[in-house]
């Protein structure tokens, strides 16, 4: 009895373990996900700022 308590603790840790070990692969992927969305949006600004310097030079120029 006793040592069938001490299997199913096991076998909860190992599964708070397994959903752990998920957790943290998750996250890394979400981290990168973030980084790359962060860099096109950056990417997205700096081609809007272009094209507007180049919009208020053509509308200043006429």
């Known amino acids: 009895m ?5 299997y ?3 076998d ?7 959903k752990l070990e998920e957790y943290t692969i998750n996250k890394e992927d979400y981290k990168n ?3 790359n969305t ?4 950056e ?9 507007s310097r180049g ?3 053509r509308f200043i120029g006429k």
């Open 55 to 57: 919009y208020f030079r």
């Open 12 to 18: 909860k840790l190992n599964k708070r373990i397994s």
């Open 2 to 6: 006793e040592l069938e308590k001490i």
């Open 43 to 51: 990417d997205i600004e700096e081609y809007l700022t272009i094209r």
């Open 33 to 35: 996900d973030i980084i």
């Open 8 to 10: 199913e603790t096991i």
């Open 38 to 41: 962060v860099k096109r949006v």
